[in-house]
């Protein structure tokens, strides 16, 4: 499938470049950049859907899971730290947190370069096992 992203028009690589600011909660600037090293950048959804909503961005354009290499697998395991640390200083380590990859149309990416949802702050939505929307468990 071809993503309908460029890397010239991907929203995140401009965020991250900073040829935009992030307009995420509360108002346009720089400083939602929450996080940020040579590996992953982190700033908040545009859309939040809980009260804590944190996109944990890959600084490197990958599409998505699918693209990932086995040398990358260092770099998906601080995606997931920085994403525990990020949980800790919004304080929502206790009662925990959502970390969610979207992959794809069927998994609902929207945005085709890596990035990992850090989501909290209220009680997440209980996931309805495939089972009962019809489908067959293998
Ligand atoms: P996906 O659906 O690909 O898993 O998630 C993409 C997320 O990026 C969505 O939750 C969407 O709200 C967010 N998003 C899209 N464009 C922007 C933007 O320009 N700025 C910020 N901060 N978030 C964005
Ligand atoms: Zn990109």
């Not at 600037?29 to 908040?44: G, K, N």
């Not at 599409?63 to 304080?91: I, R, T, W, Y």
């Not at 969610?100 to 702050?121: E, S």
Request: some cysteine.
């Amino acid at each position: 499938m071809t993503p309908p992203q460029t890397i010239m028009s991907c929203i995140f690589c401009k965020i991250i470049s900073g040829v935009v600011p992030v307009p995420g909660r509360g108002g346009e600037s720089p400083a939602q950049i929450l996080y940020r090293d040579d590996l992953v950048t982190a700033f908040r959804d545009i859309h939040p859907i809980a009260p804590t909503h944190i996109l944990i961005v890959t600084n490197r354009h990958i599409d998505s899971v699918n693209e990932l290499e086995p040398v990358d697998e260092s770099l998906v395991g601080h995606m997931v730290m920085v994403a525990k640390q990020l949980a800790a200083q919004e304080g929502i380590a206790e009662p925990g947190y959502r970390l969610i990859f979207n992959t794809g149309a069927h998994g609902g990416q929207t945005v085709f370069h890596l990035h990992l949802h850090l989501i909290g702050g209220r009680l997440a939505r209980v996931v309805v096992p495939v089972s009962a929307r019809g489908f067959a468990l293998e």
